[in-house]
Every structure is written in C-alpha cells, then in structure tokens.
Nanobody, 122 residues
Framework: QVQLVESGGGLVQPGGSLRLSCVAS????????VGWFRQAPGKEREFVAV????????YYADSVKGRFTISRDNAKNTVYLQMNSLKPEDTCVYYC???????????????WGQGTQVTVSS
C-alpha cells in the first residue's frame, strides 16, 4: 500500500512558476513509476507527466513539454513537478499517482493522492 500527498499548489500569475511535491509513505515507493495528472471542472482527468521508478525515463504531454519537469528523490520518497511559464489553461487540480509500470493511462495507476489546486490568473 502506498499513500500519496500532494502539496505546492496555489495562485500564480501567467508566466510564473510553481513546484508541486508528491510525498509517499508506505512500502517500496521506489519500485513505482509516478505520474502527474490534472483535471479541470467538468473535464476528464488528463495525463501530464510520468517518471520511471529509477528516474531514468520521463515522458510529457505535448501541452506541457518544455515547460514542466518531473523529477524524483527516492531517498525522500518524493516526486516533484516543476512548472514554468504557466498559462491560464494550466489551471486545474493536480494529482500524483503511482503505478507498477511506466504509463500515461489513468487506469494503470493503483494509488492516487487527494490533489492540489493550481490557479493561473492575473
């Protein structure tokens, strides 16, 4: 069992930056790939980025490529999402999730955090 807690969300102006953190507790976190997803009101949850268990592989949605960076520190049981050049359309609740494999699909993820709100507005 893995428990995930996100933090770092908030209100930021367009063009600004935020760093989200996902702290895990429970066993064998370092064996899991971790993804970030986001969901706007009335829309489906969408994939943002994923990092492999070792941190050696990453993959991004086209909408965030070049602006967002996912990383992890297994010694701290933490995965980060550095978000730069934020746009109003990035406004969503952001969730981290853990999966046994490297995937972009929500159905492949076994454990989810509660989410953190990111609002990009002037």
């Amino acid at each position: 069992q893995v428990q995930l807690v996100e933090s770092g969300g908030g209100l930021v102006q367009p063009g600004g930056s935020l760093r989200l953190s996902c702290v895990a507790s429970g066993r064998a976190f370092s064996r899991y790939a971790v993804g970030w997803f986001r969901q706007a009101p009335g829309k489906e949850r969408e994939f943002v980025a994923v990092i492999s268990w070792s941190g050696g592989s990453t993959y991004y949605a086209d909408s965030v490529k070049g602006r967002f960076t996912i990383s992890r520190d297994n010694a701290k049981n933490t995965v980060y999402l550095q978000m730069n050049s934020l746009k109003p359309e990035d406004t969503c609740v952001y969730y981290c999730a853990a999966a046994g494999g490297f995937s972009r699909m929500t159905a492949h993820y076994d454990y989810w955090g509660q989410g953190t709100q990111v609002t990009v507005s002037s």
